[in-house]
């Protein structure tokens, strides 16, 4: 088993920036890929960035690239998402997922963190 513990977050207006950290413990050597989801009321849940960890590769959704960077702590065993020029759409309440793949962790079937609220405000 996976526990993640999520910080940051919070309100911040259109422009801004905001970081957000995912720690892991537990069961750490069968995490392959981390990444962050997001669902906002009445949309579906989606995948922003993915990396994984052996070689650091990431991928992002096509509404955030160009704005949002994941990157890791080996050592720490944590996942960053710096989110930079927020938008309104971007408010949703954000989940650090693991997955012990890429393909798991798309599919959502490895842990879940607690989420986060993020509000981007005009």
């Known amino acids: 088993q996976v526990q993640l513990l999520e910080s940051g977050g919070g309100a911040v207006q259109t422009g801004g920036s905001l970081r957000l950290s995912c720690a892991a413990s537990g069961n750490i050597f069968s995490i392959d890929s981390m990444g962050w989801y997001r669902q906002a009321p009445g949309k579906q849940r989606e995948l922003v960035a993915a990396?994984?960890?052996?070689?650091?590769?990431?991928d992002y959704a096509d509404s955030v690239k160009g704005r949002f960077t994941i990157s890791r702590d080996n050592a720490k065993r944590t996942a960053v998402l710096q989110m930079a020029s927020l938008k309104t759409e971007d408010t949703a309440i954000y989940y650090c997922a693991t997955g012990s793949s890429i393909p798991t962790l798309i599919a959502g079937r490895g842990s879940w963190g607690q989420g986060t609220q993020v509000t981007v405000s005009s």
């Open positions: 990396m994984r960890w052996r070689d650091g590769g990431t």
